[in-house]
């Protein structure tokens, strides 16, 4: 695994941003994967680890997350900025084509990569987001994004962690620890804080939360499609789901039992429905 890192344009100038690379075979495609909101690069070192044999694997941090630089005005951690950071980098890798796993923001961010035209995406696997956001999913991010909370130790984020992603499942204690450890950022006096920063969660904070409709972005992507789904998300519906399956990419539908917003892609059957659908 390598560590890179490129600078892109912005409203307020450059900022840099972090990736982390597994290089993979000569003349493997390129398979990108982007985190959640208020996640990092780290969350899919399991299935990078995993498909590393077959693809070249790219997980960068979207700035202000995890060692990507912040944005010097916080009103630019919106998709624009994403979906340009998204472009500089795959124009980094040189690469004629690109396929797609993305983790709730990051599935947004694919979403509207994909729906552009004469876009690199060949592949497209959408983790527990859709064009419709709930409301309900919404205000309860609003309630733990965007804090920055001092813990003493180590294990005083990650207990913090497993209340915030109690819905990712069953995870094992070994993956709650490294889940501590890729989130936690140091702090005077040696405590220590999550490695984000918090104006990430300054959108939420710009009054009552509605549901978010992107259907006419749907309606335009083309690419072969996976959409994820844990079986009690509160903010992928099971309608919305289904409608996904019926229109604009018509994509595969899976669903993950026990499981809420959103699937880790740390099992075994998560990330062999992954690779399932990329090789097939």
């Known amino acids: 695994m390598l560590e890179r890192h490129l600078s892109c344009l912005g409203p307020s100038g450059f900022h840099r941003i972090v990736y982390r690379e597994w290089p993979g075979p000569a003349g493997a495609r390129t398979l990108v994967c ?7 690069a780290r969350d899919f070192d399991a299935i990078a680890e995993a498909l590393s044999s077959l693809y070249r694997v790219v997980c960068p941090d979207m700035p202000g997350r995890g060692k990507s630089e912040k944005l010097v005005n916080p009103t630019e951690y919106a998709y624009p900025t994403y979906v340009a950071d998204s472009a500089a980098l795959i124009a980094r890798l040189d690469v004629e084509s690109v396929d797609w796993v993305g983790t709730s923001m990051g599935g947004l961010i694919g979403i509207m990569l994909a729906a552009q035209p004469g876009n690199p995406i060949r592949k497209l696997v959408i983790n ?10 919404l205000e ?18 990650e207990a913090a962690l497993r209340s915030n992603y109690r819905t990712f499942g069953p995870l094992t204690d070994a993956q709650w620890r490294k889940m501590a450890r890729d989130s936690a950022w140091p702090k005077l006096g040696g405590k220590w804080g999550f490695s984000y ?3 990430i969660g ?9 549901d978010i409709d992107l259907w006419p972005i749907w309606d335009k992507v083309r690419c072969a499609t996976l959409t994820l789904r ?6 992928l519906s099971r309608a919305t789901a289904e409608e996904m399956s019926k229109r604009g990419p ?8 026990g499981i809420g917003h ?5 099992s075994d059957d998560q990330i062999g429905a992954v690779r399932d659908f990329l090789l097939a």
């Open 34 to 40: 982007v985190h959640g909101l208020a996640r990092n």
């Open 128 to 137: 527990d987001i859709g064009p419709l956001l709930s409301k309900a999913g």
């Open 140 to 157: 309860r991010i609003r309630g733990y994004v965007g804090l920055d909370p001092t813990f003493p130790r180590i294990d005083a984020l």
């Open 197 to 199: 920063d918090p104006r």
């Open 202 to 210: 300054d959108a939420f904070k710009q009054g009552p939360l509605e």
């Open 230 to 235: 844990g079986a009690e998300s509160d903010l």
């Open 250 to 257: 018509k994509s595969k539908l899976v669903e993950f039992s």
């Open 262 to 266: 959103a699937p880790a892609l740390l």
